[in-house]
């Protein structure tokens, strides 16, 4: 049986998608995975033995995608680039782990993605209103739900919590937000309020480092604070920087997703930024009791509030987390080699 399989997913510096990969490749040791050359970044996979670079003979190998929102399509531009390829007639992947679906802007967008999961011979998605359309869209292909690969993550990954004083932000940097915008402003607001009613400091933290480049945004809400001394900056790298930051921290304000979750594994309290669907589904698959304001509708009050809060009487049920780390179980479940020429 074929051991080497074609890896895809989005590789350009992101924590949660990179972790993702990570944690997958892991667990599939007795895999090789290949991937384009320019997908070696300095991130979290680049330690990982059995991910290594594809061979022009590699393009008929069985294809792993591991992605969380690969297949939204909300852009005119995204849509041209699906019609493009359903018109090619071209084979996308056989097994994907991790993904959800996102409320559609176009019908076509819509047929062409059913289109192309409809293909798949095992998808496992990451929460139950994403496997509600796949069940009616794709009903040839062997399909789960899972709580999100990070919610497996060991205890052994995760820095010990250190019973923290920060308040960490993990902000997001969208095209189109001025360096004064309403949602940098808030989060400014929000960081000047903790540092004067609890004299601690503050992390900004940037998961994407790649194209979307959360960098910028944490520069831009330090610039608007009236206490910027008291900030640090935590960035996605190749190390451990935002597990660690993440440790020192008592509470989190998280506008990206895997930020949530992490914080939720790991057992602090966070006030979700929701952005798209899929942060309100997992609060709401998972039990969370904050439920967070919209990105464009920022609730500055709740977020005070939150801050100022007790502790949460919250824990994580721990079969989310086993339950989360059967990703790599339901693909070799599944797994059937080299596909059929």
Known sequence: MERRLLLKGYFDSNFGDDMMIRLIAEKLAGFELCVEENAFTKTLIESVANITAARAEDKDLPVLVVTGCGFMVNTAAALKHELKFFLSGRRYGDYCLGCNIEPFKFKLGEYLIRKKLGKFKLIVCRD??????????????????????????SG??????????????????????????????????????????????????????????????????????????????????????????????????????????????????????????????????????????????????????FLTAKKLDFKLDPQIISEAA????????????????
């Open 128 to 153: 139950k209103k994403s496997f509600e359309w796949l069940s009616k869209s794709c009903p040839d292909t062997e399909l789960h739900c899972l709580p999100d690969i990070l919610f497996g993550i």
């Open 156 to 305: 052994e990954m995760l820095p010990e919590t250190q019973n923290g004083t920060r308040l960490g932000i993990s902000l997001m940097r969208r095209a189109g937000d001025d360096d004064a915008c309403a949602y940098y402003r808030s989060m400014a607001a929000a960081a000047d309020h903790w540092i004067e009613h609890t004299g601690n400091g503050v992390t900004l933290m940037a998961l994407d480092t790649g194209g979307e480049n959360d960098v910028l945004a944490c520069r831009a809400v330090k610039r608007l604070m009236r206490h910027g001394e008291n900030v640090k900056l935590a960035a996605h790298g190749s190390g451990n920087e935002i597990t660690d930051a993440a440790s020192e921290c008592r509470k989190i304000i998280a506008a990206r997703f895997h930020a949530c979750v992490l914080a939720i594994r790991m057992g602090i309290d966070v006030y979700p930024v929701i952005y798209r669907r899929k942060m309100s589904e997992m609060i709401r698959d998972v039990r969370y009791p904050v439920k967070g304001c919209m990105i464009d509708n920022i609730d500055i009050s709740d977020i005070k509030r």
């Open 326 to 341: 059967r990703y790599a179980e339901l693909f070799k479940n599944a797994y059937v080699g080299r596909p059929d020429k």
